[in-house]
């Protein structure tokens, strides 16, 4: 079946300017994560969706940046007034959302360069 | 919180050679244990994950992890590697307690395989 897609692969944006990235996760899984990784680190999370609702969003780093998923499938990270430092590589990833340490599904990953 | 130390950023070795990818991690609550692998220009994957019971776990490929709550670790190891190892392996952890799904990640190990 279909993995974890995401949109654009690439996105070049300008200092200030806003940007939407999109997740489509896998059919029926109902758990949701967003994760960010800077160049030579590993991924850092940003925030995790039970359904249509935030259930951990410790991991924004400021109100620059905002998630929603509307209906429990898609879902779009916002970042507004976009700074050099957000340049990295936005990874979206899904699970079954029934238990615990379940194994998370990743997609390919949005690269983000601010100028 | 959490945090995983990957103690080699760069491990190279010899094809059929063994090798053992380190991980250290610190938590104030237990936590399960992952190995992710992120091939070139694909997205990440998960190589096993330790959630309970026997220390010693056996993953896809050929790898397999020991759990050492003592010493806090959870190593990578596989006793032959192929040039189609080469990759970059991301060691994690997740809170055990109700609701924490999140993933917190080492800063990753590049293993090259030299023919």
């Known amino acids: 079946g279909a993995g974890v897609s995401q949109t654009p692969s690439n996105k070049v944006t300008e200092k200030g300017k806003y940007v939407e990235l999109r997740c489509d996760p896998i059919?029926?899984?109902?758990?949701l994560y967003w994760y960010r990784q800077s160049l030579g680190q590993g991924p850092e999370f940003l925030i995790y969706?039970?359904?249509?609702?935030?259930?951990?969003d410790s991991g924004l780093p400021n109100d620059r940046f905002f998630a929603v998923r509307p209906e429990g499938s898609v879902s779009t990270l916002k970042i507004q007034r976009t700074e050099r430092g957000d340049s990295a590589v936005y990874l979206c990833?899904?699970?079954?959302?029934?238990?615990?340490?379940?194994?998370?599904?990743f997609g390919p990953g949005t690269r983000l360069l601010v100028l | 919180a959490q945090s995983v130390t990957q103690l080699d950023s760069q491990v190279p070795v010899f094809e059929e050679a063994p090798v053992e990818l380190r991980c250290n991690y610190s938590s104030s609550v237990s936590v399960y244990l992952f190995w992710y692998v992120q091939y070139p220009n694909q997205g990440l994957q998960l190589l096993l994950k330790y959630l309970s019971g026997s220390t010693l776990v056996k993953g896809i490929n050929g790898f397999e992890a020991e759990f050492n709550k003592s010493q806090t670790s959870f190593h990578l190891r596989k006793p032959s590697v192929h040039i189609s190892d080469t990759a970059e392996y991301f060691c994690a952890v997740s809170p055990m307690f109700k609701g924490a799904q999140k993933l917190v990640f080492g800063q990753g190990t590049r293993l090259t395989i030299n023919p």
């Open positions: 969706f039970q359904g249509t609702g935030a259930a951990d």
């Open positions: 059919s029926g899984h109902t758990a």
């Open positions: 990833a899904s699970s079954p959302g029934l238990a615990g340490a379940e194994t998370q599904y």
